[in-house]
């Protein structure tokens, strides 16, 4: 089993230093790979039995991209696909790094303590920090499923989209329209009623002094 570990994490470990190299390439951020193999490592034997029965049992690939789901507190994904065979894949288990702030206190941790880290100017006890985490999903690869007409029969449902497409934004901006149209009606409505109101008074005063 710790064979099986060990090669999990240096596979992942490998796909993340070229994800960094090719990062580097185009200066974008590199990922902080400690950060992200720390909580597998830790949590491995916590993993769900049928990930480990998978990676000891078929052959799988590790790839490393950018996280589609945006709306997580993360910039990657690590996905390890569970192949059918050399060229095929059967399921997927996506790994997604994250961290969890851990609010211990604030660090006032001083060189001399017992511990003290110079190059983290802490201790590593006791002090807020990120924990290391991750999420873990499974999906599964039910086929590729392509469009079985013509080209042209594809230019014309291209057309349809962009039609239908142009129709909802139009029909949006014609209720966005109708709704400022009725607000500047509701706000000529009490200017009319404050003007009428005005000139009373105004008509008052007048009277007051003929």
Not at 140 to 162: P, S
Request: contains cysteine; hydrophobic residues 30%.
């Amino acid at each position: 089993m710790n064979t099986v570990k060990t090669a999990f994490i240096q596979t992942i470990i490998e796909k993340l230093l070229t994800y960094n190299d090719e990062s580097r390439s185009y200066n974008l951020e590199c990922v902080d790979i400690p950060c992200v193999t720390a909580p597998i490592d830790d949590n491995f034997y916590q993993l769900p039995q049928e990930l480990i029965d998978d990676i000891t049992t078929k052959p799988y690939e590790v790839m490393i991209g950018p996280q589609i789901n945006m709306t997580r507190n993360t910039e990657i994904e690590i996905r390890v696909n569970i192949m059918y065979d050399e060229y095929e894949t059967s399921h997927v288990y996506v790994i997604i790094p994250s961290v969890v702030s851990d609010y211990q206190g604030y660090c006032a941790c001083q060189e001399n303590e017992i511990g003290y880290n110079t190059l983290k100017r802490c201790t590593g006890v006791a002090c807020d920090w990120d924990r290391p985490s991750f999420q873990l999903e499974k999906t599964k690869y039910y086929g590729e499923f392509e469009w079985g007409k013509l080209q042209k029969d594809f230019w014309a449902y291209e057309q349809d989209v962009y039609n239908n497409q142009k129709i909802e934004v139009t029909q949006e901006k014609i209720i966005k329209k109708k709704q400022n149209i009725e607000r500047i009606k509701e706000r000529i409505r009490k200017m009319n009623l404050e003007l009428d109101e005005q000139e009373k008074e105004l008509q008052e005063y007048e009277d007051e002094i003929s």
